[in-house]
């Protein structure tokens, strides 16, 4: 889902949206900062399209097939609404059990993520074995002598990264794991392998570093700072930069946002 620029007001743009409905473009009304209202189009391949007429609408709003495109796209509704329900009384297929998540398939890295933070949770027991994780922790708590870093900085650099695997129960790794395939998926898909693995890098060592600043060494990791790192980078980047091909919609902000406050 992209959007592809707002409109001044409410009416505005429920009709602006109703046209793209009519034209059998998909796409989602939602308020924005001030009084300002975004439109996002669901499939990719129709925004170049809908960014079209969309700057048709906005040389005239008034024109008689925007103003007369609620009821075509009332009709559209409900034939859709008609389609669906009877394609779903009538397949019941693998793919429909078990749909793809984000639509944009597993990329190596993400997949690769999400493979060794299961492993890791898997072998340390969800995290409640704490003698096979001393080798991820950023610093090994019991073997604290006072200085900054000292695995690391003899030579264990991989400890910079390894924490993001480890996981502390279950609800902690379904939540990341969820997010990560999501997110990672996406840009993955739109912006390169390379891109990825530099947000995860970045990403995973600042927060580690900063809580190891700030409280020490102890038993702490997971990959809810890359989460919400990809997060962040995702909606700033689809909200500045719409043709970069990633963004995330008001709910899912919201939702990542209620968690962040849960999980404090």
């Not at 409109?7 to 602006?16: G, S, T």
């Not at 997110?183 to 739109?190: D, F, P, Q, T, W």
Request: proline fraction near 5%; charged fraction near 20%.
């Amino acid at each position: 889902m992209r959007t592809i620029g707002n409109l001044p007001d409410e009416a505005q743009a429920r009709r602006f949206g109703d046209y793209l409905v009519a034209q059998g473009i998909r796409n989602e009304v939602e308020p924005d900062t001030g009084a300002a209202w975004t439109i996002w189009i669901t499939d990719e391949d129709q925004v170049a399209v809908a960014q079209a007429e969309l700057e048709r609408f906005r040389a005239n709003p008034d024109t008689e097939e925007f103003r007369n495109a609620r009821s075509a796209a009332a009709l559209a509704r409900e034939a859709e609404a008609q389609e669906l329900a009877g394609y779903r009384r009538r397949v019941r297929t693998r793919q429909s059990l078990f749909p793809k998540l984000g639509g944009y398939g597993v990329g190596p890295l993400t997949f690769g993520l999400i493979f060794f933070c299961v492993a890791v949770a898997v072998y340390s027991k969800l995290g409640y074995d704490h003698e096979p994780l001393k080798p991820l922790l950023l610093a090994d708590p019991e073997n604290a002598n006072g200085t900054f870093l000292p695995e690391v900085r003899a030579g264990d650099y991989w400890r910079l990264i390894s924490p993001i695997f480890i996981h502390f129960g279950p609800l902690h790794l379904l939540f990341n794991l969820m997010w990560l395939y999501q997110l990672g998926c996406m840009i993955e898909a739109r912006q390169g392998t390379l891109n990825l693995a530099l947000l995860v890098a970045v990403t995973g060592t600042c927060p580690m570093l900063a809580q190891y600043l700030t409280h020490g060494p102890g038993y702490v990791g997971g990959m809810s700072g890359v989460v919400y790192g990809l997060a962040g980078y995702v909606w700033m980047r689809g909200k500045y930069d719409p043709a970069s091909g990633v963004g995330l919609d008001s709910q899912s902000i919201q939702w990542l946002l209620i968690w962040l406050v849960i999980w404090f």
